[in-house]
Structures are given as C-alpha cells and as structure tokens.
C-alpha cells in the first residue's frame, strides 16, 4: 500500500508520482535509443563524371565556296588538326583539299612522314585570289593551286572552286599565259611523246605509244585538253604527286577533284596561268600577302629586287585604296614573309595581326576523312 503524504489539502501518493517519472524518463531514453538505431547513414553520390569534350568541328571544306567581292580577296580560313601515330603529310593533305608542298611550307620543321600523335597541325586553308581575270581556270603554279570560276548567273551569288595541283618538273615547266579548253574525256589513253619515252628509257623504263585507259594510266579517269599541244588538266593514278612537281608539264588534280571539275568545265572555257609567288589581297580594310616558295625555275631575281617586283603586281585600283585609308606597307614584314614563307595570308598594312597569331588564332577542327569519300576509309590510310 502506498504511503500517502499529507500537506495541507491536497494529497498524492509518493510511490505512483515516483514510477510516472521514471517511466517518462525510461520511454524517452528508450525511444532516444532507438531512434539512434533506426537511422542509417546516407552517404553522400558520387560526384557526376564530367562531360566529354565537345568533339572538335567538322573542317571548313574549300572545294565550293560562295564568294562576295565585297568582302576582299580572300577566301577560306587558316585552320590546323591534331595528327594520330598513324598520320603522314600525304594522308592529311588529301584529307583536307591541300597539297603536299602547300602542308610542308604552313609545318617547317614537322616530320612529314612521322609527324607524332597529338601533333599540332596548321592547315593553309585560307587563300588570296591570284591576280587575273575572275573567269573560267585560273591557276597559280607557284601557289600549287586552280581556281575555277564558274559563269555567273543573274541573282546569284558568285561561287569559286579551288583544288590543289601538281605541276611540272624542272625541265618540263608548266607553260604560263591564256588558252582555254578545247575538249574533254572520260577514260582518256595516253600517247607519251618522244621526250617522255625518252627519258623514262633512261631509267630503263620502256613506256609503250599508247597507254590505255585504266589503273596504269597516269591520266586518272578524266581530262582536258588545252589549246596548249599535249598540255591537259587531268586525274593521277598516283595521288601522292598532288601540291609537288610531278608531271611533264600537265596539271594534275586528286582523282574526286577532276571528277568535280570535269562536270563544271565546258569546252571553250578560258584559261589563265600565272607564276605569282606572292599575291596580295584585301580582307576588309587590310591588306594581306600570302607568300609561296619562288620556283626553282623562275627567272626573276626575287632576292636582290624583291620590292621592285612586287610594286610591279599591284594595280592603280590598289595603290588608291592605300592611299584611301593613308596606309602604308610594311615592308620590312614582307621581307620576313618572303624569306621564309608559311602560304597563309598575313596582314602587311591596316591590320594589328602577325604570322604568328594568324597561326595562334587557327581554328582546331576534326582530323577526319571527308564524308562520302571513297579513297581510304579512316585516319591513317594512305590514299
């Protein structure tokens, strides 16, 4: 029995008052613990992998390209790749519409056959029209390169297309001027004339009259013939000649390149051939040259009368833009251009830029082979 406390009135029993709290304070020490053995720990995600690089952008293809005169004389950009272990300068080349020698001179100092993975690559995508008339075949054999501008039709923009080529040797030099297309083939046969045969007899080479159509036949698949005698713009059995000085003389062109233009061309079209080593051209208000490596073969004296020579390419319309927008060339930076030239076009008056942050500045594209291409299948093929 419970012993009752009395104070005053009111009266409550010690024993009951006693077990209350002890089982208010054991239910809260009992929930307490299991409330602390009911909880797991949560542990924190791991964090989100980061996102893959965005993959680098397709190339800017030159084949095709929509001019606007307004603009200047420039078309196309300075663009650069990075090279695989398996990459060569004749893979890369083809791969991006440049030729061998065109590669060589935007690298000096690269391995062309063993240029290294994660080599940085400049691609001389960019290029100044030469100084001729902007119709039909213009080519610049110290440039390596044809232009090919198409008649323009009313209410449409003007387009140029533009191939590397492979030009003639020292000793069979490709002939400067105008002519124009006289017809065309599909599968053309061969005749070498007498001074071929007789210098591929040297080397113990006996080449036949005629040489068919087919995949000896260094014609390629299609031709052009010029009013030039035995001059042609044609294919190649042997691509690695393309952007170098390959032939008897002819222009020689990537086998998908002839095929291209050889839908574009019509008999009659003009053609003009220029020995331009350096060519300058506007690019909104600054004046660019883009100097190439003067031909052995050349005449001229470029080293001892450079600025003479130069002052010679530039027309009136030329000297009043200078005089315009009262600039002046930087001579000295054509010298340095001259002397050792990249083929990409660099500002020598109106404009802040440098050979090297032109080459800095390239934008970085995809080392990859054109899309629809049927010569190799992947990087590192050779064509």
């Known amino acids: 029995m419970s012993m009752i406390l009395r104070t005053g009135p009111e009266r409550r029993p010690v024993g009951a008052l006693a077990a209350l709290r002890a089982l208010a304070v054991w239910t809260l020490m009992a929930g307490g613990l299991a409330a602390c053995t009911t909880v797991k720990t949560v542990e924190a995600p791991p964090p989100a992998p980061a996102p893959a690089p965005a993959p680098d952008p397709v190339g800017q293809s030159l084949h095709r390209v929509v001019y606007d005169p307004a603009q200047g004389d420039l078309i196309g950009r300075?663009?650069?790749?990075?090279?695989?272990?398996?990459?060569?300068?004749?893979?890369?080349?083809?791969r991006f519409n440049v030729g061998y020698e065109e590669l060589a001179r935007a690298n000096p100092g690269v391995d062309p056959w063993l240029?290294?993975?994660?080599?940085?690559?400049?691609?001389?995508?960019?290029?100044?029209?030469?100084?001729?008339?902007?119709?039909?075949?213009?080519?610049?054999?110290?440039?390596?390169?044809?232009?090919?501008?198409?008649?323009?039709?009313?209410?449409?923009?003007?387009?140029?297309?533009?191939?590397?080529?492979?030009?003639?040797?020292?000793?069979?030099?490709?002939?400067?001027?105008?002519?124009?297309?006289?017809?065309?083939?599909?599968?053309?046969?061969?005749?070498?004339?007498?001074?071929?045969?007789?210098?591929?007899?040297?080397?113990?080479?006996?080449?036949?009259?005629?040489?068919?159509?087919?995949?000896?036949?260094?014609?390629?698949?299609?031709?052009?013939?010029?009013?030039?005698a035995g001059y042609l713009i044609h294919g190649t059995n042997k691509p690695a000649g393309v952007g170098l000085r390959s032939s008897h003389g002819c222009i020689r062109l990537f086998p998908e390149d002839v095929e291209l233009l050889y839908e574009l061309v019509k008999p009659g079209e003009k053609v003009t051939v220029v020995n331009q080593p350096f060519v300058f051209g506007w690019r909104g208000d600054a004046l660019h040259l883009q100097a190439f490596d003067v031909l052995e073969d050349d005449p001229r004296d470029w080293n001892k009368a450079t600025r003479k020579l130069l002052s010679r390419t530039f027309a009136r319309e030329l000297e009043k833009k200078l005089q315009e927008r009262n600039q002046q060339i930087d001579w000295d930076a054509v010298q340095r251009l001259g002397r050792d030239p990249h083929g990409v076009p660099v500002p020598i008056a109106g404009g802040a830029s440098t050979l090297e942050t032109v080459l800095a500045d390239a934008a970085r594209v995809r080392n990859a082979v054109p899309s629809g291409a049927t010569w190799t299948a992947a990087p590192g093929g050779s064509p």
């Open 78 to 94: 300075v663009q650069t790749t990075i090279a695989t272990h398996e990459d060569t300068f004749v893979d890369l080349a083809r």
């Open 115 to 228: 240029p290294g993975e994660g080599r940085r690559i400049i691609l001389p995508t960019a290029f100044i029209l030469p100084h001729a008339p902007r119709e039909g075949i213009v080519i610049n054999i110290a440039a390596m390169r044809l232009f090919y501008f198409p008649a323009r039709k009313a209410n449409e923009p003007q387009v140029i297309y533009t191939f590397p080529i492979g030009i003639g040797r020292v000793g069979f030099a490709t002939p400067e001027g105008t002519t124009k297309v006289l017809r065309k083939a599909k599968d053309p046969i061969w005749r070498p004339g007498p001074g071929v045969r007789a210098e591929h007899a040297k080397d113990g080479e006996i080449l036949p009259a005629v040489v068919a159509a087919g995949p000896d036949n260094p014609l390629g698949n299609r031709a052009m013939y010029l009013g030039w």
